[in-house]
């Protein structure tokens, strides 16, 4: 209760008259947050958990059904002084505590308001979960019969035996996973394969259920009750889970974070367990299945589960750490009362906070937490819609009407009927409407700088890669040569398939000149079939030839040669299109950007005259080319590895690349000449290129990425 309070309420003649008392199914405990007390409602009938601070429920316990609520909060006035609750905060405690269904009117028919109120909980139930359609719950079973009676054969594991257990076990799955780092991480380039769903949703659903498990059995080891399991829908997706609130009345926070906490250590154990597997068996279905359970258990623990900024197990985890209940929800109140407060300046603002380095932190909290669920579920829309296009369209629509048209439609009704703004509702309008024209010329008519970037990296010029016409045996190659002149012999291939290709070939030929011979004297008419049986089977003895004469890999240039891994070669057969190195120029220096398609309309669109090119370890330096060219047509493979995913490289590789340099989508190439003289360029040093666009505003700037976002992922 908190913050600067008025004692006074327009709204008190609705409730001051009301006999109102605590429903017999609320049960409260005591709970420390801070040094402070609070106090924990328990209402057994709706399985559901309140919190109170002391002045507050001071006033709710005197709510006996018998006295008026204006008489018991008198009483609280004489009693407490200046910490008793004003009349905005009493009405709206009795509003909260009416819309929680833990208080009895007088007001008659009582069953049919209790009915009326149940039925609208329900309903507001299933609004956020269609509106949440990312995250829908539906219980299935009461596991407390269950659990009572497995609890002693796992109870053991929550000692500090156990935790030395874990430790041995996890630090043990660490230093494996390290050990076997290329395999682990060369592995997961297929996680998403279509081969390889099915086992990566087993190990999902299975380490979700030992997660939720984790909880159910911790709640326990503390004697809390665990009334309701079932099928959580993550994305469309069916994974356990447990409710575990009961662990909101424990006393002891210290308790509170390990059932929070319970999930995430179930999981890590169970991925170092999967590493051991994985490390010690080959490859088939048991090696599958441990490393997609070794993925599941650690990543999905580290992104989502550990991150407060998301209503998992991290959020409740923060909010006993610091002592802070009901986060999220008193970060938005906090901004309520923010804007209730001082830009409408409502008389009966109430602050959730207790001291100002508090509200500050429900405000940062609250933002933050915000701008993330924002983020994350644009993510998981475009995730979905790449697969399902109906079911991405469908959550962009209940998202779009969930986070816009519903608090837009709140908000005008706010305005235009709540009681605590009557004196101030001209204000609150006006301020409204100037904020959101404001916000408009803001976003929709000022100017911004527009640009965008692109990875990129330096080459030498003229530079050229090595790469192999023909498939062959490298016998041998020049170790010595360190500068080549275009055209010189860098490495020698034999291939006895050709050379046997060729021999059946000319005897081929032999046979057709018979055939010729013949068909003169006996059947004229069938010159013209053997004729093209000729021409056949010279181009193909055109094109084996071209390939002998490739079997001499030849310098496309003059310059420096650079051969990539040259102890590997001789012996070794090399296909066709193989990359064997580079020659580097000696004539200057070129930065070779890779644009995106996302970035196409504003390269083509408008003229580019110049590019800023920043590099890494260089912070605050920047190279500017004017001299800029563009290909106008689409690119598929790096204009270096470097670039790539495989090579650590921002630009994603395509699936089934074995060169380490096609893209996995088309881009276009822009080159920009550099003429300044740094020992900052060295070939094959990447860095981002900077392109400027004309100035224009927010808005627009948006809807263009929004409009190629879509054509160019959904051809919309």
Request: hydrophobic share 45%.
């Amino acid at each position: 209760m908190a913050g600067e309070r008025s004692l006074f309420s327009e709204s008190w003649h609705r409730v001051a008259k009301q006999k109102i008392k605590v429903r017999p199914s609320v049960t409260v405990h005591q709970q420390y947050f801070r040094g402070e007390l609070w106090y924990v409602a328990h209402d057994s009938y709706g399985d559901q958990y309140f919190r109170f601070r002391p002045e507050a429920w001071k006033f709710i316990s005197r709510l006996d059904g018998r006295n008026t609520v204006e008489s018991v909060w008198k009483v609280c006035l004489d009693l407490e002084g200046d910490s008793a609750p004003g009349q905005g905060e009493v009405v709206n405690l009795l509003a909260q505590l009416y819309n929680a269904n833990l208080i009895i009117s007088d007001i008659p028919p009582d069953v049919m308001v209790l009915f009326e109120r149940q039925k609208k909980r329900k309903a507001s139930e299933w609004k956020a979960q269609i509106f949440g359609i990312f995250y829908f719950r539906i219980p299935l079973w009461d596991p407390d019969t269950f659990l009572n009676r497995t609890i002693n054969g796992v109870k053991w594991l929550l000692t500090p035996f156990g935790a030395i257990l874990w430790l041995l076990v996890a630090g043990s799955g660490l230093s494996l996973v390290f050990g076997n780092w290329d395999q682990a991480t060369s592995q997961s380039s297929g996680i998403f394969d279509p081969s390889n769903l099915f086992l990566l949703y087993v190990a999902f659903a299975f380490t979700k259920f030992l997660h939720e498990m984790g909880h159910a059995y911790a709640v326990k080891r503390f004697n809390g009750e665990v009334h309701r399991m079932g099928i959580t829908l993550l994305v469309f997706t069916p994974v356990p889970y447990v409710d575990a609130t009961a662990a909101w009345a424990f006393r002891e926070r210290w308790k509170r974070v390990w059932v929070g906490s319970a999930g995430m250590i179930v999981e890590l154990f169970v991925a170092a367990l999967a590493v051991w597997v994985w490390t010690y068996t080959g490859p088939g279905i048991i090696n599958g299945l441990a490393y997609n359970v070794m993925i599941v258990a650690s990543i999905s623990t580290l992104l989502f589960n550990i991150n407060p900024l998301l209503r998992f197990d991290g959020y409740y985890i923060l909010s006993d750490l610091t002592d802070s209940p009901n986060l999220q929800g008193r970060s938005t109140q906090q901004w309520h009362y923010w804007i209730e407060k001082y830009a409408f300046g409502g008389p009966s603002a109430y602050s959730p906070s207790a001291t100002k380095p508090d509200a500050s932190w429900l405000s940062f909290f609250g933002i933050a937490s915000w701008v993330y669920r924002i983020f994350i579920t644009f993510t998981i829309i475009i995730f979905v819609a790449d697969k399902f296009f109906g079911l991405g369209f469908l959550a962009a629509v209940l998202t779009l009407v969930g986070f816009i048209v519903l608090p837009l439609y709140k908000g005008i009704k706010y305005l235009l009927a709540e009681p605590r703004i009557e004196s101030v509702r001209g204000r609150a309008i006006g301020v409204t409407v100037a904020f959101l024209a404001l916000l408009f010329v803001l976003l929709g008519v000022i100017p911004f700088p527009d640009h965008f970037r692109a990875p990129g990296v330096i080459k030498a010029t003229p530079s050229r890669y090595i790469i192999s016409d023909a498939s062959g045996y490298a016998l041998n190659w020049n170790d010595s040569l360190r500068r080549v002149k275009d055209s010189d012999v860098i490495l020698s291939m034999a291939n006895p398939e050709m050379e046997l290709e060729l021999k059946t070939l000319k005897a081929e030929i032999g046979q057709v000149d018979a055939m010729e011979r013949r068909s003169f004297q006996a059947s004229p008419a069938d010159l013209g079939p053997i004729s093209e049986r000729r021409n056949f089977i010279e181009s193909k003895l055109t094109e084996l030839r071209e390939d002998q004469q490739n079997l001499e890999i030849r310098s496309p240039v003059a310059g420096e040669l650079v051969i990539y891994r040259p102890q590997e070669l001789v012996g070794k057969w090399i296909p066709r299109g193989t990359v064997l190195g580079e020659v580097i120029g000696e004539q200057g220096w070129e930065f070779r950007a890779v644009v995106s398609q996302e970035d196409a309309s504003k390269l083509f669109g408008e003229e580019m005259s110049a590019m800023e090119i920043r590099f890494q370890g260089l912070a605050g330096k920047e190279f500017v080319s004017t001299e800029v060219s563009r290909v106008p047509s689409e690119q598929d493979f790096l204009p270096s590895p470097a670039l790539g995913w495989a090579a650590g490289g921002p630009v994603r590789l395509a699936d089934n690349d074995q060169t380490g340099m096609r893209a996995y989508e088309p881009f276009f190439l822009v080159a920009g000449e550099l003429t300044e003289d740094a020992d900052a360029f060295w070939h094959g040093r990447t860095g981002y290129a900077r392109f400027k666009a004309p100035s224009k505003p927010l808005l627009h700037q948006w809807i263009e990425d929004l409009r190629q976002l879509l054509q160019r992922r959904f051809q919309l």
